[in-house]
């Protein structure tokens, strides 16, 4: 199957476009799996895959998280309740009771 290929760290730092170094970083850190067979780290490409996918949702999740404080900010303008404030506008979205 061709996610048991296992790759060096040469092949993987030739696709992500960074050096050698970058990868071993990323084996020593725990971002990326990776084991080591003498001196030589080896890397499973399943293991490359599960490492793009964490970092895309990873980041995913940090956009939404952007997002949401964005729309927190515009919504509280000067302060929280901002849109709620005034007699008038309480007026108009409210009818009076009657009892």
């Keep these: 199957m061709a996610d048991d290929e296992i790759l060096t760290v040469a092949q993987v730092a030739a ?4 050096t050698p170094q970058t990868v071993r970083s990323w ?7 990776g084991g080591r067979v003498g001196k030589a780290y080896v890397i499973l490409r399943r293991d490359v895959y599960a490492m793009v ?15 949401a404080d964005e729309r927190e900010s515009e919504l509280s303008g000067a302060g929280r309740g901002a ?6 506008t309480a007026t108009a979205l409210v009818p009076p009771r009657s009892h």
């Excluded at 696709?15 to 960074?18: A, L």
């Excluded at 084996?27 to 799996?33: A, F, R, T």
């Design 83 to 88: 849109l709620w404030t005034g007699a008038a």
């Design 27 to 33: 084996i020593d850190s725990g971002k990326l799996k």
């Design 15 to 18: 696709q992500f476009h960074v």
């Design 53 to 67: 996918e964490q970092a895309a949702s990873e980041r995913q999740h940090g956009e939404r998280a952007a997002w």
